[in-house]
């Protein structure tokens, strides 16, 4: 019997320290951004929350790369959401405004709704990408790149182990109650991830060691959430720092 193979561009790219990090993801998503650009004419990145991605963004607002990136043609999206208003400190949307958006002249930008009641915020959010991708019944959205971090326990974006949400594949965008966080999350879908022309995690913190190793590891029957993003047209891109490559500080 004929078997299928897939092949995953997976790179890995380990720098001293957090700032090293944020300089060589700038420079990828310019890159990726460049590339996007010359083809389609704009650039279209989903990004997550918490605060690894942080010196990223601090980086971003630097006038260099202010004035190296093309904001006008630059699309932000978001991969997840807490069910928080935008001015509450866990909103992913606020976290990025203050350390990024307010500083950049980026003007397209779409926030999930945290605001709003869960079920319809991850309903309106798929119309919105529907409508920004331009996707008829069916159609996945293709971003150019998403931004992701991961959990000690292997979570990415708000899917989280043994989560309904691992097995969605009918849905863009989904809301759904965290128990481990007893809360109220929205995120986008694994299908939605997989679509991506490249999916980059950053990962810092020795206590994510184990964790890394894991999801590195191809060979392993994939089941943490991290482990089942794996682009099927794209790169798989790892920007991480020594302390979780060696675990070691």
């Not at 300089?23 to 460049?34: G, M, S, T, V």
């Not at 389609?40 to 990223?56: D, E, H, Q, V, Y």
């Not at 992913?92 to 405004?97: L, P």
């Not at 002249?105 to 991850?122: H, I, N, V």
Request: glycine share 4%.
């Amino acid at each position: 019997m004929q078997t299928l193979s897939r092949s995953i561009h997976l790179m890995l790219h380990i720098h001293k320290d957090p700032d090293a990090m944020a300089e060589r993801a700038a420079h990828i998503i310019a890159d990726k951004c460049d590339e996007a650009i010359s083809e389609r004419g704009s650039f279209k990145i989903a990004i997550s929350g918490g605060n690894t991605p942080i010196p990223l963004f601090r980086l971003l607002t630097r006038k260099d790369w202010v004035s190296a990136l093309p904001w006008d043609k630059i699309s932000v999206f978001w991969a997840d959401e807490r069910c928080v208003s935008p001015d509450d400190e866990g909103s992913n949307y606020g976290m990025a405004r203050r350390e990024l958006l307010n500083y950049v002249p980026c003007t397209s930008f779409y926030r999930m709704r945290g605001d709003l009641q869960p079920e319809k915020a991850a309903h309106d959010y798929e119309v919105t990408l529907r409508q920004e991708f331009n996707l008829r019944e069916n159609e996945i959205p293709r971003f150019d790149m998403i931004l992701l971090g991961m959990g000690e326990d292997g979570h990415t974006a708000s899917i989280f182990p043994n989560s309904p949400a691992l097995y969605v594949r009918d849905r863009l965008v989904i809301d759904q109650y965290v128990p481990e966080r007893k809360a109220d999350r929205l995120t986008m879908t694994l299908p939605v991830f997989n679509n991506s022309r490249c999916c980059m995690f950053l990962v810092t913190g020795k206590e994510k060691h184990a964790v890394l190793s894991r999801a590195l590891n191809l060979l392993d029957k994939p089941e943490l959430p991290a482990q089942l993003v794996r682009p099927a047209v794209g790169d798989l891109i790892w920007v991480v720092d020594e302390a979780a490559a060696t675990g070691q500080n």
